[in-house]
């Protein structure tokens, strides 16, 4: 049963994964190819696309060969995880084969002699609603206090061990002695896990906008939409998180079967990865699927800075002040590397992870 499990667990993850990376050339704004700069018009170049149905061709024959390899072993649970890095690894090499195209095709056509570049600002911008209210996450915290109180009201009641690591099918594979360390364990987890959606919701109210300025205005209602989208994604997700990890401390303390808790967990799974595909084909990155009505100067294009995007994903750029920008290949922001608070900011939640590693450690 368990090796079943992780199989079909396999494929919930990775066949969504699978599509996502597969059409994300069409995910992207328009105004970007393979992480590399272009003008929107061009699209709809022939060449672009037919390199888009290569890339396409080239990951969909990745993903069929991890799946291949996945039913060929004799040991489902390992092979998970190790195909899955695997297959991502790959795309990459697949992307940045088709980004170094890119760039020399760029090169040759000089679409930019005749183009007026532009950096757009709407001062407006950030008087729109980009984000939904930290408030609603009021609810985890509520959930994350409720597992506390839960815990050590029914202490007397809970087995000297409890379950504190499991496998993907649920069952536990470490035990622990009872005690307050191994009851916070969980809730712990729970309010950290809180913290960082705060953070990214934060984040995505505050991050740099792209505004096209070839139609501002729509670009900067697009922009809006797809912040207010992606935030109510995180906090419902957020929360949703936090809900069944309660869930999984009650399932801790007093043994529940680990198949109960395995299909809770793949539902769990499904409902995170289908919003994460709805919203990712519906909106695109940056709103670029979202249609609006729009006039267009096709004199003016976006500021060719591919200079500050080092192999057309990671962002450098010390001029900018913006810690966050919007990626260039896939769905989201990113840091500003060059930036020392971004680095400050990464290296923080490692630290906090660590110390709760060591505070929750045997």
């Not at 757009?120 to 609603?136: E, H």
């Not at 499991?166 to 729970?190: E, H, M, S």
Request: aromatic share 14%.
């Amino acid at each position: 049963m368990s090796s079943l499990f992780t199989f079909i667990l396999f494929l919930i993850v990775f066949i969504p994964i699978a599509l996502i990376q597969t059409c994300m050339p069409i995910l992207t704004r328009r105004t970007e190819s393979f992480g590399v700069a272009i003008p929107a018009e061009q699209f709809h170049n022939p060449t672009l696309k037919q390199m888009r149905k290569t890339y396409a061709t080239g990951s969909l024959m990745l993903a069929i060969v991890a799946l291949v390899l996945m039913l060929l072993t004799r040991n489902w649970m390992p092979a998970f995880p190790i195909l899955l890095l695997a297959y991502l690894v790959s795309s990459f090499f697949v992307y940045y084969y088709f980004h170094r195209k890119m760039k020399a095709f760029k090169a040759e056509q000089n679409w930019y002699i005749e183009k007026k570049q532009a950096v757009t600002v709407d001062t407006s911008f950030r008087s729109q609603k980009l984000t939904y209210s930290n408030g609603w996450f009021v609810i985890g915290l509520c959930l994350s206090v409720a597992t506390i109180i839960f815990s050590f009201a029914v202490y007397d009641k809970i087995p000297s061990r409890i379950p504190m690591k499991f496998a993907l099918d649920g069952t536990a594979t470490r035990w622990a002695d009872k005690n307050v360390r191994t009851l916070l364990y969980i809730p712990i987890i729970q309010l950290y896990l809180l913290g960082l959606f705060i953070f990214v919701n934060v984040m995505i109210g505050r991050a740099k906008a792209v505004i096209d300025p070839d139609a501002p205005e729509a670009s900067a209602q697009r922009n809006a939409i797809f912040r207010r989208r992606w935030s109510a994604f995180m906090i419902t997700m957020g929360t949703l998180l936090i809900l069944m990890m309660g869930l999984t401390q009650v399932s801790m303390l007093f043994n529940v079967h680990p198949e109960v808790m395995g299909v809770l967990h793949i539902i769990f799974v499904v409902i995170v990865i289908m919003g994460t595909i709805i919203l990712s084909f519906t909106t695109g990155q940056g709103g670029s699927r979202i249609k609006l009505p729009a006039k267009t100067n096709a004199t003016l294009v976006n500021r060719n800075d591919d200079r500050y995007w080092k192999l057309g994903v990671f962002y450098f750029n010390k001029e900018d002040p913006a810690l966050f920008v919007e990626k260039r290949f896939g769905i989201g922001w990113t840091n500003n590397f060059a930036h020392p608070l971004s680095w400050l900011i990464i290296i923080g939640f490692i630290v906090i992870i660590i110390l709760i590693g060591w505070f929750l450690g045997d």
